[in-house]
């Protein structure tokens, strides 16, 4: 059976198959069935890989699936199952406040499974050409969904989201177009393989000069588009303006898609040149990101801003990892965007409820008091924000030791003081923030008990696989994140 | 093919290449849309014409491909659409860059300068014509800069398209036939899908602000 294309044809399908249904419940109970399916075939997916010889691939290699491209497969899915199970309530709601028209309802369900299938394709597709156009197909179908509401600033966040982004994938395809230049034998008239895994057999016969120009203008250009300072100023407006289900699909997994194909340059580079150029500037943008993002999560007053600010500490956090190169480090990384992936979209569901419950996202004016006017959103809220934060006995916790201790392993005791601090700095800066709103007195009455369940399903999904996995890896989760580790560290 | 062929066609593609860039250079002092619009096509022109040269002179037929796609979605579709939203918004000048056009002039004159440094080290990999790389990476400097320098939201996505011409001269100049297939088609179709979005969106900033000017983008701090 041709299992990857059948993870990218699902969601295509069920996106394409909502332009024809008319009824909300439809829409939204396709999205989560097809999404479900995914989750299923990604579990599948995550079976094939660990077994050798850890490799799918189809269509005569175009399609290859290795233990990194698995993981980012099950990452996609399990975050878009989320999002579809918070959505069908979440724009109930919106349709019944006014705040969008049906034809933008319809529009959302059409558009995020293409967003999803575009993601899917990035990081299952071979060709490094066609990875760059997967990417471009992600930003766009994700501009509108940032633009859907209307407002004046979500248009501004989505015109400011798609120009940076814009520019930096150009910036990316030039890095592109100069690898495949790297690759192009001078003598012979015949067209080289585009493909990752035909590069990387070749890695060590391409031009050094010419893959360093090409890694400079990838970083920057993928780099732009997975959020890192400084490149990252659409982040924040994008993140809070977009409806609060996409919110957490564009920090969830989106920022690490454009992240994925980074390293997989990031792999390439450093089998050609030898492993300190592409690290280390990996482990700059990454620090100069959580440094960033630290003061800004402090004195920030809007609730989604804050929470994007800290999607860009955690991404510098698992550039830094990898850049620290050593092999706990980058398996810290890998199960750190996997833990990532399941709080944050809590955590934008449960500000996606604040902001319908009382029609703005200012904290000032949010008052105290949420965990009484929405006590199982503040809930909810409260345990993802421990975990964001690095609490224990949750898995971002363990995840970040795991990096810290891996970088003093390695020697880098000032390096990984530095990002010790940056933890903190956005440790207190959230956990003051959400005591900002949390807890003490309302100031808004309990508008109707129908909220107190709203987006339970979605939550109790996150906060419980996050739970689970928090506790226990299984045996092939951690064995695919061990072979994504040789992957990247750059073991054969 | 020989010697005298191909140094012929590289002649043409040097000629060509120098051409997108003057008309580049054109673009960033003109200010009227439609100009800017037409200046466009005309530098896509070019482009399509290097890829018609390399496929006749090599005997590439996709590159023909390239040259064809080229020729229908940026000479005339995409002007075609720019055109029909500026007549629709009814708005036909630029207002005044944040530099004016003697100092625009000067500094895209330094990236040119810039462009042809950063290339310097590469020229021995460029397989067709001289210095094609270091213009390529110009288009892609002052595309920035006009992208910076220009606050309509139509000359920002004419920009963006200018410095897309950029990337597909780097790809012609640096592999002779481009990129394979396949991803030449996707490209193509993402710019056109992507233009086709953007106008989406300026429509609906028009109707939002009244305006299609990106200054009024600014309530979305810190």
């Known amino acids: ?492 | 093919m020989t010697p005298l062929q191909s140094e012929l066609a590289s002649q043409w593609i040097t000629l060509l290449a120098a051409g997108m860039l003057v008309v580049q250079l054109l673009m960033v002092v003109q200010g009227m849309l439609l100009t800017n619009i037409r200046l466009f096509a005309l530098q896509s022109l070019m482009l399509a014409a290097i890829a018609a040269i390399i496929a006749f002179f090599h005997n590439a037929t996709h590159v023909y491909w390239v040259a064809g796609l080229t020729l229908v979605g940026k000479v005339f579709f995409l002007p075609w659409l720019l055109n029909r939203q500026v007549r629709r918004i009814q708005i036909h000048e630029e207002i005044e860059p944040l530099l004016n056009s003697t100092a625009s002039m000067l500094l895209c004159g330094g990236f040119t300068l810039l462009g042809y440094i950063v290339a310097r080290p590469f020229t021995s990999l460029e397989r067709l014509g001289n210095n094609t790389l270091g213009i390529a990476i110009t288009l892609l400097l002052t595309g920035f800069f006009l992208m910076f320098n220009r606050r309509k939201a139509i000359t920002q996505v004419l920009a963006l398209l200018t410095v897309e011409n950029g990337v597909m001269l780097a790809a012609v100049a640096l592999t002779t036939y481009g990129m394979p297939l396949v991803v030449e088609l996707g490209i193509f179709f993402d710019v056109m899908v992507a233009v086709m979005v953007l106008g989406i969106l300026v429509y609906r900033i028009r109707e939002t602000f009244a305006s299609m000017d990106v200054d009024k983008l600014s309530q979305l701090k810190g």
């Not at chain 1, 990252?232 to 957490?248: G, I, M, N, R």
């Not at chain 1, 959400?434 to 369940?453: E, F, K, N, Y």
Request: positive net charge; charged residues 10%; aromatic residues 8%.
């Open chain 1, 1 to 492: 059976m041709t299992l990857l294309i059948a993870i990218l044809i699902v969601p295509a399908v069920a996106g394409l198959g909502c332009l024809l249904v008319r009824t909300r419940q439809v829409m939204a109970a396709a999205n989560v069935a097809a999404f479900g399916l995914t989750v299923a075939l990604g579990v599948e997916l995550l079976r094939r890989v660990v077994a050798p010889p850890h490799v799918v691939t189809e269509c005569e290699e175009f399609f290859r699936a290795d233990a990194l491209s698995a993981w980012m497969v099950l990452l996609i899915s399990v975050v878009s199952l989320g999002s579809a199970l918070y959505a069908g309530n979440y724009f109930r709601r919106d349709l019944a406040a006014g705040a969008v028209t049906p034809g933008r309802v319809k529009e959302y369900f059409v558009l995020t499974p293409l967003f999803a299938a575009g993601m899917f394709l990035v990081v299952l597709v071979n060709n490094l050409g066609v990875m760059w156009f997967a990417l471009e197909a992600t930003a766009l179908s994700s501009v509108l969904l940032v633009a859907l509401y209307n407002r004046s600033t979500s248009l501004e966040a989505a015109w400011k989201y798609v120009m940076l982004g814009s520019l930096g994938l150009a910036l990316a395809l030039f890095g592109t177009v100069f690898t495949y230049a790297a690759a192009v034998d001078k003598t012979s008239p015949v067209l080289p393989s585009f493909n990752w895994s035909h590069l990387m057999s070749v890695a060590g016969q391409l031009d050094p000069r010419m893959i360093k120009l090409a890694f400079v203008f990838v970083l920057v250009g993928y780099g732009t588009k997975a959020g890192l300072a400084p490149m990252h100023t659409w982040l924040p407006d994008a993140h809070s303006e977009a409806p609060s289900p996409t919110s957490a699909m564009l920090s969830g997994v989106s920022l690490k898609v454009a992240l994925y194909a980074l390293l997989r340059f990031h792999i390439l580079a450093t089998a050609c040149l030898g492993t300190s150029f592409s690290r280390t500037m990996l482990l700059v943008l990454g620090l100069g990101s959580m440094f960033l993002a630290a003061p800004f999560i402090l004195v920030q007053n809007n609730l989604k801003r804050m929470l994007a600010y800290s999607s860009l500490e955690h991404i510098g956090l698992i550039c830094v990892g990898v850049g620290l190169n050593s092999p706990v480090t980058i398996f810290g990384a890998l199960l750190h965007m996997g833990y990532h992936a399941l709080t944050k979209p809590t955590l934008f569901f449960a500000a996606g409820n604040i902001h319908q419950a009382c029609h703005t996202l200012q904290m000032r004016l949010i008052g105290l008091g949420m965990a009484k006017v929405l006590p199982g959103t503040a809930v909810c809220m409260g345990l993802a924000a421990a975990s964001i934060t690095g609490l224990p006995p949750f898995g971002l916790f363990f995840s970040e030791l795991t990096i810290l201790s891996g970088g003093f392993a390695a020697g880098h005791a000032a390096l990984s003081t530095l990002v010790l601090a940056a933890l903190l700095a956005a440790f207190c800066g959230i956990l003051y923030q959400l005591t900002r709103i949390l807890p003490g007195i309302p100031r808004i009455t309990r508008t109707s008990d129908a909220t107190l369940t709203d987006g339970l399903p979605a939550m109790g999904l996150m906060l419980g696989t996050l739970a689970v996995f928090s506790l226990w890896l299984p045996a092939p989760l951690l064995q695919v994140m061990q072979q994504a580790r040789d992957i990247i560290g750059g073991k054969p």
